[in-house]
């Protein structure tokens, strides 16, 4: 058990209002791919830079706000998910801290994990967000964007009642999809991505659009490899999740 720190505020200014009426149901996960938290903390609140978050925890698990959370946070950017291209507009946004792919990409610590859990619990709570509702950046803007990457321990995360991560079943003999295929089985698993959340065509053929749709759903939820082959333990993950959405 890791002693919480209080949480602190830097207001920043980027953020507007939520159109009327509108539901926070997604909680959305950052990571700051910058290379120290100062500089993350400068950006976020560079009324030039035009991005914010909700809150940002950092590696030793100090917690900050900077967003109401009634307020739309500009944390997405272009995105969509199950049609929404609002994303801010649905959204709690979270930036943990992290340097990320370009400035070197590591475990998120134990402080940082246990932070995150306590706010995301509370968060998913209050809003009563879905499981399948708890994301990342790159399953919103997979082209776009690669965080929190594929360190990031969704599945902790769930153990804890927050996000989805069913186990894994066994239940067909799947077989390997890729580049350059097309048939009903491609055009299955693009139903399924596309019935899950992700922006896809259902198309029948497995174009290179495709292969980022599924690298992104392996970053994930099969993290050891993110290919964007659809390999059978990938497409077994596919069904588990399709099957465990509320
Ligand atoms: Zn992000």
New binding site residues.
């Given amino acids: 058990m890791v002693a919480q720190k209080p949480a602190r505020e830097i207001a920043s200014p980027n953020h507007d209002s939520r159109q009327p009426g509108q539901r926070i149901d997604m909680l959305l996960l950052?990571?700051t791919?910058m290379e120290t938290a100062e500089d993350a903390f400068l950006r976020l609140k560079d009324p030039s830079a035009k991005v914010s978050a909700h809150y940002v925890i950092e590696e030793d698990g100090q917690l900050t706000r900077m967003v109401d959370e009634t307020r739309r946070a500009w944390?997405a950017g272009v995105s969509y998910w199950a049609g929404d291209t609002d994303i801010n507009g649905c959204s709690i946004g979270i930036?943990l801290v992290n340097p990320g792919h370009e400035f070197g990409l590591r475990p998120f610590p134990e402080a940082q994990m246990a932070a995150l859990e306590s706010l995301s619990k509370r968060l998913v709570t209050r809003y009563s967000i879905a499981k399948e509702r708890v994301l990342g950046?790159s399953d919103v803007a997979p082209i776009r964007?690669a965080?929190p990457g594929e360190l990031f321990d969704w599945k902790r995360l769930a153990a804890a009642g927050v996000g989805l991560w069913p186990e894994r079943m066994n239940t067909a003999d799947w077989a390997t999809l890729h580049l350059g295929d097309s048939g009903a089985g491609v055009m299955k698993m693009q139903v399924d991505l596309k019935n899950f959340g992700y922006e896809i065509d259902v198309s029948g053929s497995f174009g290179a659009p495709t292969t980022v749709v599924v690298a992104a759903f392996q970053r994930h939820f099969r993290a050891s490899k993110v290919d964007g082959i659809a390999d059978r333990e990938t497409r077994c993950m596919l069904a588990s999740v399709m099957a465990a959405r509320s």
């Fill in positions: 950052h990571y791919g944390h930036e950046h964007k965080d």
